[in-house]
């Protein structure tokens, strides 16, 4: 740029002394006419140039760079460096779109590339293969037009895409999809599905078999606790030096019905197919319900305390919302020594409903929180046993709420207790006129 400045000063500088030797020589006429044919001269240069350039940008990649001379001889010097640079450019990123493209058609699980309005630019192998797709004749077509199921649909328009879900193939009654959604750039998502035919046909022996054995398992279990306990009441038929035994084995026999009667409720849980069939929700009913269970289970050994917020409702399953109310409250009193707090309340939050437990338990150190809600996990097993605890509980808690569109969350910290919260929709949640506040 500096050396076409220059080239130009001293061009201006040459004509203007040779127009003033000309104008000495052969006078002022002579000296104009003179400049403008140089000028003139000069212009015209200049548009043949421009000629070339403009011809050169029409086709780039099929015409080189024109020679210029004096300064069009740095421009298009300077387009000639810049065309390779993007050339390479051009190059590297074909490049590293084909090795992106080769290591995508390679994955196991189906991949496919949609833009800001849903249409596919691009998908491998195995997306065709799970999905029904053809790369040659589906490019630019809409993914809703393709995939058709409402759940496929919904899922795409709510744009959530922090969970998975599940859905059988149109294509073949035998294959289970599970998909993803993944956002990036400005409006774009990648769709992930993976073939879990075989882990869904694992799931689904493990479930009936729970289901099976626990539902064997509880007539021998009512008839032996049923026999203990007729034989602990009647006078004289247990000898007193083994009625230690018999009370042992009463309680024993009342924990596996306790664990078989939750092993059947996950199981159901685990098993339904259909959304929880909603209805308006007593919650001061069920609130008072379950403040009575947890005084009954504490037995005096506890403050429990209950605020909730008047007229604060909730459409849902009211017998699965007792479970999930009811199992939180009692983990609470289960794992807060004698003498301790167990506060209850049912608020709002901003837009969403909020039922939340607070103990001065014993708390739970942070590595255990995330496999809280997983069964049978138990941060002390030996504590567990002794407040009668099944391992199930929370699980049975997680399930309920993600049939109802909610979620838990768990705060808690060793030796300051814990708050285990119930965070509901704004779809679900029902405001009416409060007859009165519940509080105790």
Request: hydrophobic residues 40%; proline residues 3%; contains cysteine.
């Amino acid at each position: 740029m500096q050396d076409i400045r220059w080239n130009a000063f001293w061009l201006a500088v040459a004509l203007a002394i040779f127009c003033l030797i000309i104008g000495l020589v052969k006078g002022e006429a002579a000296a104009l006419w003179t400049y403008s044919i140089v000028v003139t001269v000069y212009l015209v240069s200049h548009l043949r140039w421009l000629y070339q350039l403009q011809r050169w940008l029409k086709k780039p990649a099929s015409l080189t760079v024109p020679h210029g001379a004096g300064i069009w001889e740095h421009v298009f010097s300077d387009l000639h460096q810049l065309q390779r640079s993007h050339s390479s450019s051009q190059t590297q990123f074909i490049s590293a779109l084909d090795r992106y493209r080769d290591a995508a058609s390679a994955l196991p699980d189906g991949v496919v590339a949609l833009n800001d309005k849903d249409r596919i630019d691009w998908c491998n192998a195995a997306a065709e293969r799970l999905l029904g797709l053809s790369l040659a004749q589906d490019v630019g077509q809409p993914i809703y037009y393709l995939v058709r199921q409402p759940e496929f649909i919904q899922c795409l328009q709510m744009h959530d895409y922090t969970n998975t879900f599940r859905l059988r193939s149109w294509q073949h009654q035998d294959l289970i999809l599970e998909i993803q959604f993944v956002s990036f750039g400005a409006g774009q998502k990648l769709l992930i599905c993976r073939d879990v035919s075989q882990q869904e046909k694992l799931d689904t022996m493990r479930r009936d078999f729970i289901a099976n054995v626990s539902h064997e398992l509880r007539t021998p279990l009512t008839v032996i606790g049923g026999f203990l306990e007729t034989l602990s009441d009647m006078d004289g038929a247990v000898p007193e030096g083994q009625r230690q035994y018999f009370t042992l084995m009463l309680k024993q026999a009342e924990r596996m019905r306790h664990l078989v009667e939750d092993l059947l409720t996950l199981s159901q849980l685990e098993n339904g197919r259909t959304a929880p069939q909603d209805t308006e929700v007593d919650v001061g009913l069920l609130l008072n319900q379950v403040m009575n269970e947890s005084r009954e289970l504490s037995k005096g050994a506890h403050k429990i305390s209950l605020v909730a917020e008047p007229g604060l409702g909730l459409t849902g399953a009211s017998t699965e919302l007792h479970s999930a109310f009811g199992n939180l409250v009692s983990n609470a009193v289960r794992y807060t020594p004698e003498g301790g707090h167990v506060a209850i309340s049912w608020k709002t939050r901003g837009e969403e409903a909020v039922f939340s437990v607070k103990d001065s338990g014993i708390g739970i150190e942070q590595q255990h929180i995330s496999r809280l809600t997983e069964r049978f996990y138990r941060v002390d097993s030996s504590r567990s046993r002794e407040t009668g605890g099944t391992g199930l509980g929370l699980s049975i808690v997680k399930h309920i709420l993600i049939r109802h569109q909610a979620r838990l969350e768990i705060e808690s910290k060793p030796g300051e207790g814990s708050t285990f919260s119930a965070v509901f929709p704004f779809n679900r949640i029902v405001h009416k006129t409060p007859a009165s506040s519940l509080k105790s």
